[in-house]
């Protein structure tokens, strides 16, 4: 988390500044913007690791910017604010800001909110995206890519394949079983095990079409295993 890039969007010149020396300090990397509009251009060619935002600052305010964030991607976001109104809005955290601290602040509770929200989002990151080679597996999307040339490539797939390629890039050369793959990736199915192969052998065709080789090799008499080890 040291190293990251905090994105500070904050009208009131000392405040920025303040967060700003507390933040450098702590080893972060620090950009600023005094307004919504600066914050969303700052947003989108800096692509900083969270973002503190002031609710009440000039051309858009911060839940308008907030909306326009969460519409991207999912930064994670801090919402500053001194306002009743706005507290009440944020409380429940509806409107998809990962935390939110109050006017006076002490400037190194901001600090801790800010670490603790990177330990945490950046857990759940890890924890959901798989990557092994130029294959990329999200699980909380329920997406997956392969990544070359420069080149993003979804492949494309069913449900039950996408379990189980989700199931196998976890522990990409452990020798499955045809039934650990059926009780984890199938369990509401009445499928056979015989279906397991059915699904590996399409894994395994489309990876190849988008020139990905060598996944899924079978292992005689136990089952198969995402890719050999090196």
Known sequence: MENSLVLIVEDEPEIAQ?????????????????????????HAVLSPDIVLLDVRIPKLDGFAVLARL???????????????????????????????VVKPFNPQEVVARVKAVLR???GERQDAVRRFG????????YS???????????IQLTLSEFRILAYMIRRPTHAFDRADILDACLPESA????????????LRRKLEELGQTGFFPAIRGVGYRFADPK
């Open 191 to 202: 499928a056979l095990m015989r279906t397991v192969d059915t699904h590996i052998s399409n």
């Open 134 to 141: 130029a294959i990329e597996v999200d699980s909380n999307a």
């Open 120 to 122: 945490r989002t950046n």
């Open 144 to 154: 997956a890519f392969v990544n070359t040339d420069g080149q993003r490539i979804p």
């Open 18 to 42: 303040i967060l700003d020396a507390y933040l450098v300090r702590e080893g972060y990397r620090t950009v600023r913007a005094s307004d919504g509009e600066t914050a969303l251009q700052h």
């Open 70 to 100: 969460r519409h991207a991607g999912d930064t994670p976001v801090i919402m500053v604010t001194a306002l009743a109104e706005d507290i009440d809005r944020l409380s429940g955290l509806r409107l998809g800001a990962d935390d939110y």
